[in-house]
């Protein structure tokens, strides 16, 4: 049986990167760069490459991969949910807001 394995690159992320095709209610390995494991349940099926909540995300609250923003949740996410278009609203890109200076800008 092969593992489902996911990689948490920053401290800051609150998913994962998904390398396997994850189906619902199986159990999913997430390792970090220190070498940390963590077993985690899926709730949803989850396609290669895609994000798997490591936390639960509030409404509008900061979604992180790999140490960057990447978005703002627009439903309640809870550790184990399928993060993608259907509860993340992207942030990148976006002409309608205003642009967030960064720490040191």
């Given at each position: 049986m092969e593992k489902n394995l996911a990689l948490k690159?920053?401290?800051?992320?609150?998913?994962?990167t998904?390398?396997?095709?994850?189906?619902a209610n199986s159990e999913v390995e997430v390792r970090d760069k220190k070498g940390h494991k963590e077993i985690?349940?899926?709730?949803?099926?989850?396609?290669?490459?895609?994000?798997?909540a490591v936390a639960d995300i509030?409404?509008?609250?900061?979604?992180?991969k790999y140490g960057?923003?990447?978005?703002?949740?627009?439903?309640p996410i809870?550790?184990?949910d399928y993060v993608h278009v259907h509860n993340l609203d992207s942030m990148r890109g976006r002409g309608?807001?205003?642009?967030?200076?960064?720490?040191g800008e």
């Amino acid at each position: 049986m092969e593992k489902n394995l996911a990689l948490k690159v920053s401290d800051k992320d609150n998913v994962a990167t998904i390398f396997s095709v994850v189906t619902a209610n199986s159990e999913v390995e997430v390792r970090d760069k220190k070498g940390h494991k963590e077993i985690i349940t899926a709730f949803d099926a989850i396609p290669y490459g895609h994000k798997i909540a490591v936390a639960d995300i509030a409404v509008g609250e900061e979604i992180f991969k790999y140490g960057e923003e990447i978005g703002a949740a627009t439903k309640p996410i809870k550790k184990g949910d399928y993060v993608h278009v259907h509860n993340l609203d992207s942030m990148r890109g976006r002409g309608d807001l205003p642009i967030k200076k960064r720490a040191g800008e």
